[in-house]
């Protein structure tokens, strides 16, 4: 309703109206109130899509282990009387070991020696490996209008 139009008015408000004194008249007061609601709109899509890429790489793993080399030394010697056993010795990386054997003669003759060295022995190991990478790719699928007229300039005519 436009409130300018005098036809949207009823007689009785159309017309300007004097009141006596001590009449009262009642003028409504209007108020707008606004309301506001929400609604879910699809604004788009979007489809994602994952792709998985696989290589070969061949990794040097350095590695290390130890090695003992044992050495057994003739010796044959008898030790001097009234000294005590040889024992257990070391000589830089390598540890001797007397082996001793009781005689007859009550002398202790030291009848050979194991040598025992330690050495550390580094090697490389060729290994091959297989590394992913994951890569997305993003796309937006065009309107149901728009996919067809793409369809259409698509198809090759003849």
């Known amino acids: 309703m436009d409130p300018n139009s005098a036809s949207a008015l009823s007689p009785d408000q159309a017309r300007p109206t004097v009141l006596d004194a001590g009449q009262t008249r009642v003028i409504p007061v209007i108020e707008e109130q606004a309301v506001i609601t929400r609604e879910v709109v699809e604004s788009g899509r979007v489809r994602l899509?994952?792709?998985?890429?696989?290589?070969e790489e061949l990794l040097e793993i350095p590695l290390q282990h130890?090695?003992?080399?044992?050495?057994?030394?003739?010796?044959?010697?008898?030790?001097?009387?009234?000294?005590?056993?040889?024992?257990?010795?070391?000589?830089?990386?390598?540890?001797?070991?007397?082996?001793?054997?009781?005689?007859?003669?009550?002398?202790?003759?030291?009848?050979?020696?194991?040598?025992?060295?330690?050495?550390?022995?580094?090697?490389?190991?060729?290994?091959?490996?297989?590394?992913?990478h994951e890569e997305m790719h993003v796309s937006r699928p065009a309107a149901a209008g728009a996919a067809s007229e793409e369809s259409a300039r698509a198809t090759p005519t003849e």
């Open 66 to 132: 130890e090695e003992v080399l044992v050495e057994r030394i003739p010796v044959n010697q008898f030790v001097a009387d009234g000294a005590t056993a040889p024992g257990l010795r070391y000589d830089g990386d390598t540890t001797i070991i007397p082996v001793l054997r009781e005689v007859v003669v009550t002398r202790l003759l030291v009848v050979e020696e194991i040598r025992v060295t330690k050495r550390a022995v580094s090697t490389t190991l060729r290994q091959p490996i297989t590394l992913r």
């Open 49 to 55: 899509a994952k792709t998985v890429h696989e290589r």
